[in-house]
């Protein structure tokens, strides 16, 4: 009984201090990273909006407006506001005159180290793909990464022939990747050596993307154009 | 031309017999935490890739050192020992987070360079290490020097796997190319094999510098 009581005594008051100490540390520590959070958060966004819109320029030359698009379940385009933190999937780029410049597509896939996302240039008058960028990239340093780097392959992607049937549903032809050196057709990528798996990952999340999309904006083709 | 030489000497032995510079050149060279203690080594083979992601790294890491081994050593009667480790790793991943969105904030392309590595700075045992050991044991002003040696000595060793590796790997220093296009990169230096083979070069020249300079004392010492 005597140990008991004095256990009773000295036992509240070590926990009611480790309380206190741990509680007092933690609503420091959460009001200095609610501080930085909002101090920080303006300049963030700002900075990953530029990082977008850099992304988007180089995919569509000459762009100086765009307007954002989301796809929906029904496969319907619409405008969604750029604050929205919705997937956006389309830019559409406008020269100064409010003409269209051309097309940006989010698209990703699995490549050679994990998740690739790319924004690709699509020129609905040529019906063709006019250059990619890449967002996200797990690739090796040194060998695949060589599909930002090298510019051969990246020739691939000045005209790749995109065109639809006469059906306006289907593509033509679908996007392959063959051997270095072996490219005949338009819509045929040189692929690279050292890099097979990525490059032709690239080939692929451009193939399914396209086979999706080229019918989409075709059909909404007068509704991007006006500005 | 011997009497400035001599004044040298005598100011570079009276640097070295203060007791603030011997904490900080504890952790800058005799005890440095890569080259000597060979502790938090996940970010050192794994974003040394560059000089730049290197000096990124150091400078976060020795950022959260700082700061955590301030407020630990400011703390070091409040806390009590049962929670003591927990109370640290609560300080020191509070300031992670914070060296997180500043980072975030100055370069989205740096951010994603160094990745899930700067979350990680929580675990590196260089930063418990110290608060453990030296923080919670010592007056505030001997932590922060602490702090700062040590931090001092981790971002050097990151910068100089970073620059071996950029130079190697790319060809480049602070992505301004350095040798001619001609020069044919080794691509396992920027893979996580080359931080190794990087890693095991520097501690060869560490140790056999530390060795030379021990040889010699001895030779002083035995007449």
């Known amino acids: 009984m005597q140990t008991m009581s004095q256990a009773d005594t000295t036992e509240p008051t070590i926990s009611l201090k480790m309380l206190k100490a741990m509680v007092g540390i933690g609503i420091v520590c959460a009001c200095l990273i609610a501080l930085t959070f909002e101090y920080t958060l303006p300049r963030i966004e700002n900075l990953k909006a530029e990082a977008l819109n850099k992304a988007i320029s180089i995919v569509i030359p000459g762009m100086v407006t765009k307007k954002t698009f989301g796809v929906d379940r029904n496969n319907n385009l619409l405008e969604v506001n750029n604050k929205d933190k919705s997937p956006h999937l389309l830019y559409a780029g406008y020269d100064e005159n409010g003409k269209l410049m051309g097309l940006a597509v989010e698209a990703s896939g699995i490549g050679f180290g994990g998740v690739l996302r790319i924004l690709y240039g699509y020129d609905p008058e040529k019906q063709a793909i006019t250059g990619f960028h890449v967002l996200e990239s797990k690739e090796t340093p040194g060998l695949g990464d060589k599909i930002e780097k090298s510019s051969d392959f990246l020739e691939n992607f000045r005209a790749l022939d995109v065109s639809l049937n006469e059906d306006n549903v289907t593509l033509k032809h679908k996007i392959t990747v063959v051997k270095n050196g072996a490219k005949k057709n338009p819509w045929e990528i040189d692929g690279i050596t050292g890099a097979t798996i990525s490059s032709r990952a690239i080939g692929n999340i451009l193939a399914d993307s396209t086979r999706q999309m080229a019918p989409l904006i ?3 083709k007068s509704n991007l154009e006006k500005n | 031309m011997s009497v400035p030489a001599k004044t040298k000497t005598g100011f570079l032995d009276s640097l070295e017999k203060s007791p603030a510079t011997d ?14 203690q060979v502790i938090g080594m996940c970010p050192v083979l794994a974003v040394s890739n560059t000089a730049e992601n290197a000096l990124a790294m150091g400078l976060a890491t020795a950022f959260v050192l700082l700061m955590s081994n301030t407020l630990v050593s400011i703390l070091r009667f409040v806390i009590p020992k049962q929670v003591r480790i927990s109370c640290y790793i609560l300080i020191i991943a509070t300031f992670v987070t914070m060296a997180d969105y500043a980072i975030q904030a100055m370069s989205v392309e740096l951010h994603k360079a160094l990745g899930a590595f700067i979350s990680l700075i929580v675990v590196n045992c260089l930063i418990l290490g110290r608060a453990e050991a030296f923080a919670s044991k010592n007056t505030v002003e001997t932590s922060v020097l602490d702090a700062l040696g040590m931090g001092a000595g981790f971002t050097f060793a990151l910068f100089c796997l970073g620059a071996v ?4 790997g ?16 080794w691509v396992v230096m920027m893979l996580p094999a080359g931080g190794f083979f990087t890693l095991a070069l520097w501690l060869f020249i560490f140790n056999a510098v530390k060795r030379a300079k021990q040889n010699k004392e001895r030779g002083k010492a035995l007449p």
């Open chain 2, 165 to 168: 590796r950029e130079l190697l």
């Open chain 1, 218 to 220: 075709n059909r909404h």
């Open chain 2, 170 to 185: 790319n060809g480049s220093l602070f992505g301004i190319a350095v040798f001619p296009a001609s020069f044919q990169e």
């Open chain 2, 23 to 36: 904490i900080f050149l504890k952790g800058l060279w005799r005890k440095n935490p890569t080259f000597v």
